[in-house]
């Protein structure tokens, strides 16, 4: 954590960084739960709601935060492996909404303005605190491990206290191959289940999902079992499972 915060008080006397911490009014959950449209007509916003945490932040805290309307739809190879004609048409809205959102960002002066002076590798970087990346040291491994290589390109002052091993980098990648493989399955179990992306259901629904969940979570340790290494026991393919299972009820 030291090094950490050694690298943190460098980056903040760049300029780029300085220009996109300028103080922006800003609504934290623009999300389509939280927004109205009329009926009639769903380009016509109504309402928007949830504005208790509504905060005066730096501008890059909000750079890296693209609303749920705004993104690609997660397609599964699996799920999506008979896509008709509503999926095709979803898609296509989708992207509509992404490209709509991405001008209109740019086009916000502060927003737009912190985007074209930060680079995205500072900014995920400086917006590690407010999305709780220091907790996972992961992803912190991984954007400290970025920091370092980019450094001098970045325009970074003297040199990067953090300085991995060779040994340090092929375990990390061995980390983050887990950490995407857990999250490709949290996605998949999420449209499956028509949970939350936490594991949350309604309690209506819990004795529909549950068993649904538990065949999915033996059949995830059948296929780790199946497709373990050589040298690899089906002891430790078990083990690898658990670990990678992204929610805690087995």
């Known amino acids: 954590m030291d090094i950490n915060q050694s690298i943190l008080e460098a980056i903040t006397d760049v300029k780029a960084v300085q220009t996109a911490s300028k103080p922006v009014l800003f609504h934290p959950d623009f999300h389509t739960r939280n927004l109205f449209v009329d009926s009639r007509d769903p380009t016509q916003i109504t309402g928007i709601i949830d504005w208790q945490a509504t905060a005066i932040d730096p501008t890059f805290v909000h750079v890296e935060e693209i609303p749920d309307f705004a993104q690609e739809l997660p397609l599964d190879r699996t799920l999506d492996a008979m896509r ?41 970087y400086m917006t590690a ?44 990648s061995v980390k983050l191959d887990e950490l995407e493989s857990t999250q490709r399955l949290r996605m998949y179990l999420a449209r499956l289940l028509r949970c939350e992306t936490d594991g949350w259901v309604t309690a209506e629904r819990w004795e529909e999902v549950l068993p649904i969940y538990r065949e999915q979570y033996e059949q995830f340790k059948i296929a780790c079992i199946a497709s373990r290494e050589e040298g690899e026991s089906e002891a430790d393919a078990v083990e690898k499972a658990e670990r990678l299972w992204p929610f805690d009820q087995r």
């Open 129 to 172: 605190l407010g999305f709780g990346w220091l907790d996972d040291v992961v992803s912190l491994g991984s954007l400290l491990t970025d920091l370092s290589r980019q450094w001098k390109e970045l325009g970074l002052p003297d040199h990067c206290l953090y300085q991995p091993s060779q040994a340090d980098n092929e375990d990390l």
């Open 84 to 124: 008709d004609t509503e999926t095709a048409v979803a898609q296509a809205d989708a992207q509509r909404c992404a490209g709509t959102w991405a001008v209109m960002a740019h086009l916000c002066p502060k927003l737009g303005g912190a985007a074209s002076v930060l680079d995205p590798l500072l900014c995920r």
